[in-house]
């Protein structure tokens, strides 16, 4: 993406919409910085184990697989909201009005369809995990100390889910500006020049001081 990006809020239903959910992605993308604090403390205590009693932390790479999708998944739709995946902008960039709507409407519609599909492929990724007549419900678990890996899988389909509901909003938002031919629709990240970015940053300390 180029420079920085923002929200516009109002009182519309759609923008009520995008708020309330922005609430619950806000809380998931805490649970994926905490999980990556988590890590750093994991380390900690396996390599000072090692050095001070000869005693690692066992499972070492078993609790860290099931953490990383903490750390890739949970914060998925939090981004999606803000703009702030990569982007090519080269083409998008250069439009203006219904055009850059429109481009923006389609880009959308086909990340759904693929989030779409990875719901479904995850969910069912999920399933052959879950065994409910054995132990701790787990059809497969960690090489080295057998925990379950069913609820690492279950976070990939749920997180998703989140970003499938973000891209419907936003596919909302973009086919109402394109119908209205709205300059500054709700609930869609709206990408800021290098300029508006400074001017930005400027008004905010100014504003501090």
Same mark, same amino acid.
Do not use: C
């Given at each position: 993406?180029? +420079?920085?990006?923002?929200?516009?809020?109002?009182?519309?239903?759609?923008?009520?919409?995008?708020?309330?959910?922005?609430?619950?992605?806000?809380?998931?993308?805490?649970?994926s910085?905490?999980?990556?604090?988590?890590?750093?403390?994991?380390?900690?205590?396996?390599?000072?184990?090692?050095?001070?009693?000869?005693?690692?932390?066992?499972?070492?790479?078993?609790?860290i697989e099931?953490?990383?999708?903490?750390? #890739?998944?949970m914060?998925?739709?939090?981004?999606?909201?803000?703009? +702030?995946?990569?982007?090519?902008?080269i083409?998008?960039g250069?439009?203006?009005?219904?055009?850059?709507?429109?481009?923006?409407?389609?880009s959308?519609?086909?990340?759904?369809?693929?989030i779409?599909?990875?719901?479904?492929g995850?969910?069912?990724?999920f399933?052959?995990?879950?065994?409910?007549?054995?132990p701790?419900?787990?059809?497969d678990?960690?090489i080295?100390?057998?925990?379950?890996?069913w609820p690492?899988?279950?976070?990939?389909?749920?997180?998703f889910?989140?970003l499938?509901?973000?891209l419907?909003?936003?596919?909302?938002?973009?086919?109402?500006?394109?119908?209205?031919?709205?300059?500054?629709?709700?609930?869609?990240?709206?990408?800021?020049?290098?300029?508006?970015?400074? #001017?930005?940053?400027?008004?905010q300390?100014?504003?501090?001081?």
């Amino acid at each position: 993406m180029a +420079g920085s990006s923002t929200v516009i809020e109002d009182g519309s239903l759609l923008s009520r919409l995008d708020q309330q959910l922005f609430r619950l992605e806000r809380m998931l993308a805490l649970i994926s910085g905490l999980a990556v604090f988590s890590l750093m403390i994991i380390a900690v205590i396996s390599v000072g184990g090692r050095n001070l009693l000869n005693a690692p932390l066992p499972g070492y790479v078993d609790w860290i697989e099931q953490i990383m999708p903490l750390v #890739a998944f949970m914060g998925i739709s939090y981004v999606q909201r803000e703009g +702030g995946h990569i982007r090519m902008d080269i083409l998008i960039g250069r439009l203006r009005g219904r055009a850059m709507w429109l481009a923006e409407l389609v880009s959308v519609i086909l990340i759904l369809l693929l989030i779409v599909a990875l719901v479904y492929g995850s969910w069912s990724h999920f399933l052959r995990s879950l065994n409910f007549s054995a132990p701790w419900w787990s059809g497969d678990s960690s090489i080295d100390i057998g925990i379950p890996i069913w609820p690492a899988k279950l976070l990939v389909p749920v997180a998703f889910s989140v970003l499938s509901l973000r891209l419907l909003i936003q596919i909302w938002s973009y086919g109402k500006a394109f119908a209205l031919n709205l300059p500054y629709p709700v609930a869609v990240p709206l990408i800021q020049s290098a300029a508006e970015q400074a #001017a930005a940053e400027a008004e905010q300390l100014d504003g501090q001081g």
